[in-house]
């Protein structure tokens, strides 16, 4: 920003001392805010003056995304300009270096058309850029780029490139709110995709060098063995982001040209508490009085990610008192509770959950968490535990309270045993809430929402759409669904003469559903978000008889068996048709961007997209752009298919990150190569 230091001391001489000691710094965005500081002068005196002495001013506030997108986000970030106008000849780019007529050359030429440069304050264009390009795309929050200008300084400096790379993806990871961060190879390059609310969102991609060397980075740091490309790896990290402590949890899975990093974030500073958890106050009641017990078995169940062992520290933070002796034994030990011994499991070691756990017994613990009950050997313990006056918590991967009785019983414990010793089993799942800065209000019912209303004559207030705040995906944050079972003296008369399986409480395997349906009614969720969560399930129970029917009008298969497939943007039925045959997957076409998001929020079957270009250069941009911005959230792998070689698009999607693509129909082998890449 020499040029504009020269030309304030030019027009308004009482500056130019102040500005003759001014040491600038090289980054424009922070020499504009010194020489607006130093010289106590606003955006707008500036602008004043600089367009007073004849030099053109780009208003980046009133621009549109049709001019701004005429030129490749690459090229707008590389050097950093955006364009705001065009004129018959040339196209007008805000930049903070008007005066630079090498710059203007040279953008020319990318462009491959003349160009005038006006000035726009540095944090205009940045805020531009993010507005109108990737932010944009429904990767709000998201700051990493790794461009050409990256990879420059990678080549200067490239341990600090690298780690500079890898400090963002984590920083993305905890303004996402992320519980994971994936980094798998795609297409030539990597990418990076983030777990948020139990949902896989697309992050940003990197070229292959970088891709390496960011892996090689993170596994240095972990103490891992980067020469082991062949037997999977498990380290771990203490790392400091934005001022909390984190652990990783780094899960390498090497293969010559397929390596894939798994990373969980777990806050170590995080407050364990049911209220945060959003349990309902009548559930938080009836756990606390459950755990005030001094002996007995409380089970939580359900699949893998369904905040089972969230919810067990949060009952254990709160039971939690210097006189009470806490224990558990876990696999692996995610967060250290103050005050409570805990046990890593290590089978290799030999130290699995039954031997733990008898070595526990010994220290006369008050309480007990077993992390998992797996086997017949566990569940004895567990259940010798129990009858020896302990209270134990545990979990168990089922579907529901009655499936845990069931496999208790299948792992050799006795219906008289758990009559005696079962307190609770309590069900539950995570269940995304609808965002409430897009959701619509339900005016004219669906079939679905009408087969809902057709139950419990009620119409579901709210409906998903989908905004910035929410990635696109409707959603926002999560709650938990929970059906917590205690039988009662009828059911334990039952379990004593084990009888209780062939006349099981029939009325627990409907209560989450119910659970389900009043937070449908009272608008915190949607049916479709509780038919994804719980699948056939729950409309299996409350209307057996069009049980398929909501099904497939909620865009789920019972059972879905189908095979993976793809979604098509930009091309018909009849092409579909033609790949998905060369492919041998299925393809689902969407017409267009917000039809491609109603298709993904529904179809779980659908783990990829294939862009498919055919169409004139200057309307491939903004078209894409429309189309990413409605299906970036969705995190999947993209395919992009060229109607015939084209350099210039071949140019823009490299700068992309973008490092493969297909040219059809020559290319139907690789098209079927690349498909079969990303479903692996
Ligand atoms: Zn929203």
Redesign the pocket.
């Known amino acids: 920003m020499q040029w504009l230091v020269d030309l304030l001391a030019r027009s308004k001489p009482e500056y130019a001392e102040t500005l003759a000691t001014l040491k600038l710094p090289e980054d424009p965005g922070h020499a504009w805010s010194v020489i607006g500081r130093k010289l106590s002068l606003g955006t707008d005196q500036l602008l004043k003056i600089i367009s007073n002495s004849g030099i053109p001013v780009a208003d980046l506030d009133r621009i549109g995304a049709s001019e701004v997108t005429r030129i490749p986000e690459a090229i707008a970030r590389k050097y950093q300009v955006v364009a705001a106008a065009r004129t018959k000849s040339h196209i007008q780019l805000g930049c903070a270096d008007p005066m630079n007529d090498a710059l203007a050359k040279e953008l020319g030429f990318n462009i491959k058309h003349p160009v005038e440069l006006l000035f726009s304050p540095p944090d205009q264009i940045a805020n531009s850029l993010n507005r109108f390009y990737s932010a944009n795309i429904g990767e709000a929050g998201r700051t990493l780029w790794v461009d050409e200008k990256e990879l420059e300084k990678a080549k200067v400096n490239p341990e600090e490139a690298i780690a500079r790379i890898t400090q963002h993806i984590l920083n993305d990871a905890v303004k996402l709110g992320a519980s994971d961060i994936h980094i798998q190879p795609f297409l030539g390059g990597g990418l990076v995709r983030y777990r948020v609310d139990g949902m896989l969102m697309r992050g940003t991609s990197l070229p292959l060098t970088v891709r390496d060397s960011v892996l090689r980075f993170i596994l240095t740091q972990a103490d891992l063995d980067i020469s082991n490309h062949t037997t999977p790896q498990d380290g771990r990290l203490r790392v400091l982001i934005n001022d909390s402590t984190y652990d990783l949890r780094i899960s390498y899975l090497p293969s010559h040209n397929d390596s894939r990093l798994v990373i969980r974030l777990l806050n170590q500073g995080r407050n364990f508490s049911l209220e945060a958890l959003g349990f309902p106050m009548r559930d938080q009641q009836t756990l606390r009085q459950l755990c005030r017990q001094s002996k007995g078995l409380i089970l939580f169940t359900g699949p893998t990610g369904s905040g089972k062992t969230t919810s067990l520290y949060s009952l254990l933070a709160g039971l939690n008192k210097p006189d009470i002796n806490i224990m558990t034994a876990e696999d692996p030990v995610e967060y250290q509770l103050q005050g409570i011994s805990q046990i890593e499991v290590d089978e290799g070691r030999g130290r699995r959950f039954d031997t733990v756990l008898k070595s526990m017994l010994r220290q006369d613990p008050d309480i007990i968490l077993v992390g998992e009950i797996r086997d017949a050997e566990t569940a004895q313990m567990a259940m010798r535990a129990v009858m020896t006056g302990h209270l134990v918590f545990s979990t168990l991967h089922t579907q529901d309270a009655l499936g845990s009785i069931q496999r208790l019983v299948d792992l050799g414990v006795t219906q008289g045993q758990l009559a005696d010793g079962l307190k609770a089993a309590v069900a539950q799942r995570m269940a995304r809430k609808v965002?409430l800065?897009?959701a619509e209000e339900v005016k004219q019912r669906t079939p679905l929402e009408q087969l809902f209303f057709d139950n419990f004559s009620e119409t579901p207030p709210l409906r998903a759409i989908?905004?910035e705040?929410?990635h696109f995906t409707?959603y926002?944050g999560r709650f938990p669904l929970i059906e917590i079972y205690q039988p009662d003296s009828e059911a334990r008369r039952r379990m004593r003469r084990g009888r209780y399986l062939e006349e099981p409480d029939l009325e627990l395997n409907r209560s989450l559903a119910k659970v389900a349906v009043q937070a449908i009614v009272g608008g915190l969720t949607t049916i479709d978000e509780v038919t994804r969560v719980l699948g056939a399930d729950f409309w299996g129970s409350i209307d057996p008889a069009h049980i398929n029917v909501a099904m497939s009008m909620a865009g789920l298969e019972l059972n879905d068996q189908r095979k993976p497939g793809f979604l098509l943007l930009g091309g018909d039925q009849a092409l579909a048709d033609r790949w998905s045959e060369v492919i041998d997957y299925p393809i689902t076409v969407a017409a267009d961007g917000p039809a491609a998001a109603r298709i993904l929020r529904r179809d779980t079957q659908i783990f990829g997209l294939i862009y498919n270009i055919d169409m004139p250069d200057e309307q491939v941009r903004p078209h894409m752009e429309g189309m990413r911005r409605h299906v970036a959230w969705a995190g999947l792998p993209p395919i992009y298919v060229l109607a015939q070689p084209n350099p210039e698009l071949e140019t823009a999607l490299q700068q992309h990150g973008v490092n493969d693509w297909v040219t059809d129909p020559t290319d139907t082998l690789k098209l079927k190569q690349l498909c079969d890449e990303a479903l692996r």
Do not use: F, K
Request: charged letters at 0%; a neutral charge.
């Open positions: 965002c800065h897009c989908g905004c705040s929410c409707g926002l």
